[in-house]
């Protein structure tokens, strides 16, 4: 059973920096995709940043220039460095990974880690 362990939330100031780390588990060879994503209080859930194994990532034009996702492909592990924290970018924020290969299967679907809440406040 593949499973997604989100940390490095918490509270931070207008302007401030915070870095959100996602491990996956389960016997994982390889992962395709694996990115973050934000739900704000009475909001849909919405892409923050993804990055592929091979390194190609995608954004939110919201967050351009201020986040960045990385990972390490060895660890099964995603990383989000974000800067120039704002208010509205206090949400839950989710760990997804997906297209999982194990030593039973390839997954061809979506895992999500139970979230990590970031609050943007003075």
């Known amino acids: 059973q593949v499973q997604l362990v989100e940390s490095g939330g918490g509270l931070v100031q207008p302007g401030g920096s915070l870095r959100l780390s996602c491990t996956a588990s389960?016997?994982?060879?390889?992962?395709?995709?694996m990115g973050w994503y934000r739900q704000a209080p009475e909001k849909q859930r919405e892409l923050v940043a993804a990055?592929?194994?091979?390194?190609?990532?995608n954004y939110a034009d919201s967050v351009k220039g201020r986040f960045t996702i990385s990972r390490d492909n060895a660890k099964n592990t995603v990383f989000l460095q974000m800067d120039s924290l704002k208010p509205e970018d206090t949400a839950v924020y989710y760990c997804?990974?997906?297209?999982?290969?194990?030593?039973?299967?390839?997954?061809?679907?979506?895992?999500w880690g139970k979230g990590t809440l970031v609050t943007v406040s003075s």
């Open positions: 389960g016997s994982i060879f390889s992962i395709n995709t």
């Open positions: 997804n990974a997906y297209g999982v290969l194990t030593e039973r299967a390839y997954y061809n679907m979506n895992y």
């Open positions: 990055i592929t194994g091979g390194g190609t990532t």
